[in-house]
């Protein structure tokens, strides 16, 4: 997979394979960035949490356009080995980021130590774990004041409701094929 902009833009990295992974195409990762610029997202001391990181391509994206700090947590050993990789294989300070391999949701039942401004959320598919991980991002403050959350997810997925989800606003809720790309704003 080919990085699209920033320091890294043009790079390739390497992908997870098997059930359930399923990295972001080009076309849906350029509509995912061009969504948060104009959005006013400013890279430049940004911390990024990708959330089922998979491959790690949305956060890896975010740190060659200049995000400070990316967080990923995947559980599968292989995965989040494939990411360490990569990182190292493009240059990547390990100041800039961490690489978490824990179920997501032990990782979520505790504050971090400092919230992200953006974070993305790309649950494997069929297994309605969006309204899970969102709530427990929120309710532990996982996201900072006026942060972002984008969620990529099956195009049959609705938005969640919940008291958690109350707090943001819904400004994306498009389809790409079979993605359905969800972006809220605290």
Do not use: H
């Not at 959330?51 to 790690?56: E, L, Q, R, T, W």
């Not at 990923?72 to 980021?97: C, D, H, M, P």
């Not at 929120?138 to 996201?143: A, D």
């Not at 938005?159 to 704003?185: A, M």
């Amino acid at each position: 997979m080919r990085l699209i902009s920033g320091k890294y833009g043009g790079r390739v990295i390497k992908t997870a394979s098997g059930p359930g992974y399923r990295p972001a195409t080009s076309k849906v990762r350029q509509a995912i960035f061009s969504m948060l610029e104009s959005r006013g997202v400013d890279w430049d001391g940004l911390r990024v949490a990708d959330m089922f990181a998979g491959s790690g391509s949305l956060a890896i994206e975010a740190l060659s356009r200049g995000a400070e700090f990316a967080f990923f947590v995947e559980k599968n050993g292989r995965a989040a080995a494939l990411i360490n990789t990569n990182l190292k294989e493009l240059g990547v300070s390990q100041k800039e980021y961490k690489v978490f391999k824990a179920d997501l949701f032990k990782v979520l039942g505790k504050a971090p130590d400092k919230p992200y401004d953006l974070i993305f959320i790309d649950p494997p598919y069929g297994y309605d774990l969006l309204p899970k991980a969102l709530d427990a991002a929120l309710e532990n403050g996982w996201l900072s004041e006026d942060g972002f959350v984008l969620a990529e997810v099956e195009d049959k997925v609705k938005p969640p409701e919940s008291e958690y989800v109350e707090c943001l606003d819904l400004l994306v809720n498009k389809l790409y094929g079979q993605t359905r790309i969800l972006l809220w704003q605290k």
